[in-house]
C-alpha cells in the first residue's frame, strides 16, 4: 500500500508540474511567439509624478537555446552591446578589444536590467506550483509561484498571474536572490478585449526610487543571427555588426 500512495504521489507532481510547464509555455507564447527573433525594443523611464525621464532604444536578438544579443541603438549608448550565452553575459565596449563579465540583474536604465531585456522565456528557466485561482480587476486569473532553474536570470523566485481564459500573463511580483520584491511588473497587450502580443512590459520598483520602467516591444521579426555573431571575442574584434 505504501508503495501504490508512492507511486500516486509521484504521477501526481509530475501531471501538476507537466500543467505548470504548458501554462508558462502559453504565456511565453505572449512575450516571444518562436525562436530565433529580432526585437525592437525601446525603454522610457517615468518620474514619480508620471513626467519622462529617460528613453533608450535596443535591438535584441532573442534566439534558441537561451542566447541573446543587445544591441544598444540610442546615442548615449552608441556601440555597446550585451550577449547572453546560457548563464553567462557580457559587456562589449566601443574601442575595448576585451568583453566585460557582468550580471543578468546589472541595470540598463531605469528598473529595466539585462536580463528583463536578454531573457524572454518562463517556461525555459521556471517551475513551481499552482497556487490557486485570484481575482485580477474584473478578470479571474491564475496564480502560479515560481523558481529559477538555472542561475542566469533577474529574479530567483517569481509570483506570476495569468488569465484564467487565455493564459495570457497579467502581472508578476518579481523576487531578487534574498528574496526581496525587487519589482512589480504588469502586461499591455495589442488587442484589451482579445490579446494576441505582449506590446509592453511596466515595471515598478520597489526597492528605491518607486520609478516607472515601460518596456516597449516595438516590433517582432523572426531573424537567425549568424553563428559569429554569438562569440564574444568575435564581437570584441568586428563592433560594426551592421
Known amino acids: ?22 501554462l508558462l509555455k502559453a504565456a511565453d507564447a505572449y512575450r516571444t511567439g518562436q525562436d530565433n527573433l529580432q526585437v525592437e525594443t525601446q525603454v522610457s523611464v517615468l518620474n514619480r509624478d508620471g513626467s519622462p525621464d529617460k528613453e533608450r532604444r535596443y535591438t ?5 537555446q537561451h542566447k541573446s544579443l543587445v544591441l544598444m541603438r540610442s546615442p548615449a549608448e552608441a556601440g555597446q552591446k550585451v550577449l547572453m550565452l546560457g548563464d553567462d553575459f557580457w559587456l562589449l565596449m566601443p574601442g575595448s578589444q576585451r568583453p566585460l563579465r557582468i550580471t543578468p540583474s546589472q541595470k540598463l536604465l531605469g528598473d529595466a536590467s539585462t536580463g528583463d531585456i ?30 529559477a532553474t538555472r542561475k542566469g536570470v533577474s529574479y530567483q523566485r517569481i509570483e506570476l498571474w495569468l488569465g484564467k481564459a487565455r493564459h495570457e500573463p497579467i502581472k508578476a511580483d518579481l523576487y531578487v536572490q534574498s528574496d526581496k520584491l525587487a519589482k512589480q511588473a504588469r502586461f499591455v497587450f495589442d488587442k ?30 523572426a531573424k537567425a543571427v549568424p553563428e559569429a555573431w554569438l562569440n564574444p571575442m568575435f564581437l570584441a574584434r568586428n563592433p560594426a555588426l551592421d
Do not use: I
Not at 500500500?1 to 509521484?10: D, E, F, G, P, V
Not at 506590446?199 to 520609478?211: A, F, G
Open 1 to 22: 500500500m505504501k508503495k501504490l500512495l508512492c507511486l500516486l504521489a509521484l504521477a501526481a507532481s509530475a501531471a501538476h508540474a507537466d500543467e505548470v510547464a504548458q
Open 60 to 64: 535584441v536578438f532573442a534566439q534558441a
Open 118 to 147: 536578454a531573457t524572454m522565456s518562463w517556461s525555459e528557466d521556471y517551475a513551481g506550483t499552482v497556487v490557486g485561482e485570484d481575482k485580477c480587476g474584473e478578470q479571474s486569473c491564475v496564480h502560479l509561484s515560481l523558481n
Open 192 to 221: 484589451p478585449a482579445a490579446p494576441a502580443m505582449v506590446t509592453e512590459m511596466v515595471l515598478l520598483d520597489q526597492l528605491s526610487n518607486h520609478k516607472e520602467t515601460r518596456v516597449r516591444y516595438v516590433s517582432r521579426n
